[in-house]
């Protein structure tokens, strides 16, 4: 597991940290999901790496949840240290990641699907897991061989209802834009 920006944002919350600007919109939420959260998950999250570099089958592999300049590999959430998001497609993920020389780079942060294979990396995002305007779980599976990176992307359907549903029972802050922005207005329809 690698950590992300809202899990490191709701984790500087509980520390008392300099909370990051750039989340000012999602502050309610985190503090929200900090005073919830069993306060055994803090140490927890606090371990989790932001990169995990692995080599399997002479394939070099990272995963991180999403661009981060090396320099800024180390800075706190409130630096704001991850790039920005750009459009997904494969001349974008390149340049993003440019100095990168892995064969298949997994990330997520930005919730649609990402699949683009350039002539030395694969760039994989499977979508986002209960983030979408869908009842669906997309994931990828992934075999590696001496010679290739097979990606099978897939989905399962899921009733989400209750899930989304809580959202009104638990008083979720800012309810109404998640569900509308997360989860495409799907009690609504």
């Known amino acids: ?14 520390k008392g940290e300099e ?17 919830k959260m069993d306060k055994d998950f803090i140490s927890k999250l606090e371990q989790l790496p932001r990169t995990i570099n692995l080599t399997i089958e002479d ?19 409130s630096k704001d240290p991850f790039s920005r998001i750009v459009e997904p497609g494969l001349d974008n993920l390149i340049a993003l990641f440019k100095g990168n020389k892995e064969n298949l780079i997994g990330f997520g942060h930005h919730h649609p699907l990402h699949f683009f294979e350039g002539n030395d990396t694969i760039f994989l995002n499977p979508g986002s897991l209960g983030c979408n305007s869908n009842p669906t ?53």
């Open 19 to 35: 909370y990051p600007f750039s989340h000012s919109h999602a502050k309610e939420h985190h503090q929200w999901i900090g005073d």
């Open 137 to 189: 779980a997309p994931y990828s599976i992934v075999e590696i061989e001496k010679d290739k990176i097979i990606v099978s992307l897939e989905e399962v359907s899921y009733d989400n209802t209750k899930f989304l549903e809580s959202y009104e029972l638990l008083q979720v802050p800012k309810r109404d834009f998640l569900i509308k922005v997360f989860h495409g207005n799907q009690l609504r329809q």
């Open 1 to 14: 597991m690698i950590t992300g920006n809202h899990d490191e944002a709701v984790l500087a919350l509980l």
């Open 59 to 77: 394939k070099s592999i990272l995963f991180t949840h999403y661009h981060i300049e090396e320099t800024k590999l180390n800075e706190h959430i």
